[in-house]
């Protein structure tokens, strides 16, 4: 079932390019699909203005293939988005980088302290709230649960500050809702149209939408998780795995940068971010430039302190891994990976979702699949740009 290519409608955004690379590719996306026990995944794989490969794999129900058509949660995929929209307003001449929070989000904690750009490049140290025993105990009692910014953001700044703003990195989801307010602020715009306006229709990515529910767009890739095994008493053992395709992501980033999307999109909005597409040349080098590589540390009680390098550095909300620019989401059983190469204008798009042995005994996925897949593929189409590991 895994290893059976199944394609959609027949239009220009479901099209498979026949050809050597596609051969490559379809042979590294199967051998990683067995590896790492994949529900269903769905890959689109560009050079330039060129297709390779535009193919999916698997099911999204029982007896249901995936297709290439199909819509999922982008989850972190967002994130350059949302910043992008910010180092925009910093090229219009409204706000720079070093602006206080305060100017318009005065009641946040410690918004005299942070600036836009340490939200951006997550060097605020805002605590995450997902380390909260509060948030977790409330999610796994109500997945379908709607979070407002305004919770979110007050489990969070209950706690002090990681580390005093500027001086080192956490991956903090805190961030970018604070940052989705602040634009908000910023512009009188909802979060939504200026991604709409900004980053969406430039792009001609008509398949990508918050719609600010949990709804997905048609049709939907279903997604599975283990994830509230623990939290249920199930013990070890024991069949069990829910379907999450409807759990609430509210919780997941800036209101208005909640987005579901298609393979096809997803692979447009990496490849722009990547080239720079949206920005003037000094944004975009800024943008991905490695200024956090070894400058970050570890902190006692944060689990995302780290010394970034070579294999992860963040950027103003992009990843640096190797040679690649990437985003890697995973949540309520989707896995992605969004990455460009620039060196050969290589886009690599994937979504996947998790087969029952892809969790481990504690119902936790076994990492984000989709890594594996993507791996595999930068390794068959790219050789000298592989993908290092995050240390």
Same mark, same amino acid.
């Given at each position: ?33 067995? %590896?790492? $026990? ?34 999922? !949660? ?7 988005? *949302? ?11 409204? *706000? ?21 750009? %340490? ?5 605020? @140290? ?18 379908? !649960? ?12 209950? !706690? ?57 767009? %048609? ?88 010394? %970034? @390098? ?11 891994? $190797? ?12 896995? $992605? ?29 076994? @990492? ?18 592989? *993908?290092?590991? !995050?240390?």
């Amino acid at each position: 079932m895994l290893l059976s290519g199944c394609g959609g409608v027949a239009d220009d955004r479901t099209t498979v390019i026949a050809g050597e690379d596609a051969g490559l590719l379809r042979v590294a996306v199967e051998n990683a699909i067995e %590896q790492i $026990g994949a529900e269903a995944a769905i890959v689109r794989v560009t050079r330039g203005d060129d297709v390779l490969l535009t193919q999916a794999w698997g099911e999204s129900m029982a007896g249901v293939p995936a297709t290439v058509d199909m819509h999922f !949660r982008n989850g972190a995929v967002a994130i350059p988005q *949302v910043a992008t929209v910010l180092l925009q307003l910093v090229d219009e001449g409204v *706000v720079s980088l070093d602006d206080r929070l305060s100017t318009w989000l005065p009641n946040v904690a410690y918004a005299d302290e942070v600036g836009l750009g %340490q939200l951006a490049q997550m060097t605020s @140290g805002y605590a995450d709230y997902l380390w909260s025993d509060q948030f977790r105990a409330a999610f796994s009692a109500d997945p379908f !649960r709607q979070w407002t910014p305004e919770e979110l953001v007050a489990m969070a700044t209950v !706690r002090p500050l990681v580390y005093p703003p500027g001086t080192n990195w956490n991956y903090s989801h805190t961030n970018y809702v604070i940052l989705g307010l602040a634009l908000e602020e910023i512009t009188g715009r909802p979060l939504d149209e200026l991604i709409s306006e900004r980053i969406l229709d430039p792009l001609g990515m008509t398949q990508t939408a918050d719609p600010g529910t949990p709804a997905l767009l %048609q049709p939907a890739l279903h997604a599975y998780s283990q994830e509230r095994r623990v939290d249920l008493g199930i013990a070890q053992g024991v069949s069990f795995t829910e379907e999450s395709t409807s759990w609430n992501p509210s919780w997941t980033l800036a209101r208005g940068a909640i987005q579901n999307t298609d393979i096809t999109d997803m692979a447009t909005v990496i490849r722009a971010v990547g080239r720079g597409d949206l920005l003037t040349a000094q944004s975009h080098e800024l943008q991905v430039a490695p200024t956090l590589r070894v400058r970050t540390t570890p902190v006692e009680g944060c689990p995302t302190c780290f010394v %970034q @390098g070579e294999g992860y550095t963040f950027g103003y909300g992009i990843v640096l891994t $190797g040679d690649w620019l990437m985003q890697n989401p995973l949540f309520h059983g989707y896995a $992605g990976v969004a990455a460009y190469l620039p060196d050969e204008d290589l886009a690599i798009a994937i979504a996947a979702t998790y087969g029952p042995d892809a969790f481990d005994e504690d119902g936790e996925p076994r @990492g984000n699949i989709a890594m594996t897949i993507f791996r595999d593929v930068a390794a068959a189409l790219a050789p000298d740009h592989q *993908v290092p590991s !995050r240390s």
